[in-house]
């Protein structure tokens, strides 16, 4: 882990699995990525039975929320792994929770 450049873009890789979530706070530095601050916690019951595209925006809200005392007038580029979430806001028939996490967002 490194302390953070203030003048570089934040970059937040997210992934969550059946049981929990976790995000990495990264900087990249002469094409290689510093850890900056990791975060993660497990399901609750209830969102377990979320489906994969819930959990995988649940973890993006969750890690902006984790690090917005890093992130906060500054880039940030966010990875994850699921492709669906490209299209949320083109959906025509979201579920209510995945239209308010896109408005935190």
Aim: aromatic letters at 14%; proline letters at 1%; one cysteine or more.
């Amino acid at each position: 882990m490194q302390s953070s450049d203030w003048n570089l873009p934040f970059e937040i890789m997210c992934d969550a699995s059946n049981y929990t979530i976790g995000a990495v706070l990264g900087q990249r530095r002469e094409w290689k990525t510093f850890v900056v601050y990791y975060a993660g916690r497990t399901l609750n019951n209830a969102q377990m039975n979320y489906s994969t595209t819930e959990k995988e925006l649940l973890v993006v809200v969750f890690a902006l929320d984790k690090f917005c005392t890093y992130i906060i007038s500054s880039s940030v580029i966010v990875f994850t792994d699921h492709m669906a979430l490209k299209y949320l806001l083109s959906k025509k028939d979201a579920k209510a929770r995945l239209l308010w996490w896109i408005l935190l967002l």
